[in-house]
């Protein structure tokens, strides 16, 4: 197990490179972003987490994104990552800047407690933010995706991260986010980032990511004549 899943860390590490590493909120330490590394290997696990659940032409349409999108990719998505990051400095939560999105990471124990799916109390002011960014710069899809390590039964760790990642989104709904911008998924013990045979890195495992999608003027001109 730990060859394995260190040939897949090696692997995701050198994809990535450089524009794979973030500063971590807490300790001011540069490292390979664990949101990052996550995707790759969950590519090289044979599941590519780069498309937007249901397609982005469908969720345009149905999320009723019709305003002018022009410029959201280059100045006003570095904004909001400089925001996001600002806004959730000390709390764990990881912003990477994905290329054509914005990736956060939800850690475990903070956001929920062990074995539910029920938001922790003290987490709810720094989803309270991670809310209002996404009402601020509107003209974007998100993505919420659940995690768990691979203790206990395989089914229930799949409905456990389901619930997760329906918890967070119909929170963010709660606070003023359009439900038709957010769509979740839940991917069990898929897609693991950290090796499950230590309980370090079963917490690693044990994630909530949101992925942040800005929609461009081509991409409304395509939903528009699709």
């Known amino acids: 197990m730990r060859k394995k899943f260190l040939g897949t860390a090696l692997a995701a590490v050198s994809l990535i490179g450089l524009s794979g590493c973030v500063t971590d909120p807490n300790t001011g330490e ?17 599941y590519l987490l780069g498309g937007i659940i249901g397609g982005k ?44 999105s914005i990736m956060l990471n939800l850690p475990d124990g903070v ?5 539910s799916s029920n938001i922790q109390p003290q ?16 003209n974007s899809l998100i993505d919420v995706y659940g995690y768990t390590d691979s203790t206990g039964a395989e ?25 038709g911008r957010i769509a979740s998924k839940g991917f069990g013990e898929s ?15 044990r994630r909530v990511e949101m992925k942040i999608i800005p929609i461009t003027q081509d991409d409304l001109e395509r939903a528009r004549n699709g």
């Open 30 to 46: 540069r490292k390979v972003s664990r949101t990052v590394l996550g995707t790759t290997g969950g590519a090289a696990a044979g």
């Open 57 to 100: 032409t469908a969720r345009i349409i149905g999320a009723g994104l019709g305003g002018a999108a022009g410029g959201y990719v280059g100045y006003n998505k570095d904004q909001q990552i400089k925001e996001l990051r600002e806004q959730t400095a000390g709390t764990g939560v990881e912003v990477t800047d994905a290329g054509d």
């Open 111 to 115: 956001t929920f407690a062990v074995d």
């Open 123 to 138: 987490f709810r002011n720094t989803l309270n933010s991670v809310a209002q960014s996404l009402i601020n710069y509107p």
């Open 155 to 179: 089914s229930y760790n799949q409905q456990l991260s389901e619930r997760r990642a329906q918890a967070v989104s119909d929170y963010l709904v709660s606070q003023g986010v359009p439900r």
């Open 191 to 205: 897609n693991f980032v950290a090796s499950n045979d230590t309980e370090n890195g079963r917490s690693l495992n």
